[in-house]
């Protein structure tokens, strides 16, 4: 019954490192969000994309890119890794449903620290 | 952007308790959803809840779109009701959501 599947639950980088969070939903939704949780500041938003190979930042872009090769994938990839990014990060799909509401479904996240 | 507000920012209750947790926003909405977050870190859509009033068990939620908030309420407590729960909302020009910083829930045996 899994919809939405990170491909790591928890993840421990080096400063520096390049980083690959993947992230694969098979309801055949066309939005997918890559949020990151850190205590106190509920979920923000890093990117999301509403279509293959398109992309828009969220609130908190720096540091990170996305790739969305196939409907089903969506990557995020820290270029290089800093202290600053630790933290839970969180991809979600939705697809416009009645009325238009986009009802986010999310993945169990993946936990990165990077020492 | 958009200021979304959720309060309490913690509460503890016995089980069989019933309580009320409340989304405060800044701004027109075009939807509101609530979340739940269970201790390990899994978030469940709960309410799709632009206005009005729905029920799903012993949770229902309220969403006053003109007065910009919404309450969640949870009737006889269990347990496994405990975690954090998010507010989360789209402005009317906007595509994504706006997570408030959520309510930590603990419910005692």
């Known amino acids: 019954d899994v919809k939405v599947t990170q491909s790591s639950r928890y993840l421990v980088k080096r400063t520096g490192e390049k980083v690959f969070l993947e992230c694969v939903q098979d309801?055949?939704?066309?939005?997918m969000f890559w949020y990151r949780q850190d205590p106190g500041l509920g979920l923000r938003l890093i990117y999301f994309s509403y279509d293959v190979k398109m992309k828009e930042k969220g609130d908190i872009p720096e540091g990170y890119s996305v790739s969305r090769e196939k409907k089903e994938r969506f990557s995020l990839i820290l270029e290089s890794a800093s202290t600053n990014q630790t933290s839970m990060y969180l991809c979600?799909?939705?697809?416009?449903?009645?009325?238009?509401?986009?009802?986010?479904?999310f993945g169990a996240g993946s936990r990165l620290t990077v020492l | 952007g958009i200021q979304v507000e959720q309060s309490p920012p913690d509460l503890i209750l016995q089980e069989g308790a019933n309580s009320t947790l409340r989304c405060n926003f800044s701004d027109s909405v075009n939807n509101l959803q609530w979340f739940h977050q269970n201790p390990w870190g899994q978030l469940i859509n709960l309410f799709y809840i632009p206005s009005g009033t729905k029920q799903n068990g012993r949770l229902s939620a309220t969403t006053v779109a003109t007065e910009r908030y919404s309450l969640l309420y949870i009737s006889s407590s269990q347990t496994t009701d405990s975690g954090v729960y998010f507010c989360?909302?789209?402005?009317?020009?906007?595509?994504?959501?706006?997570f408030g910083s959520g309510t930590q829930l603990t419910v005692l045996p």
């Open positions: 989360a909302v789209v402005p009317g020009s906007a595509r994504q959501l706006t």
């Open positions: 979600a799909s939705s697809s416009p449903g009645q009325g238009g509401a986009n009802v986010l479904t």
């Open positions: 309801m055949d939704h066309e939005n």
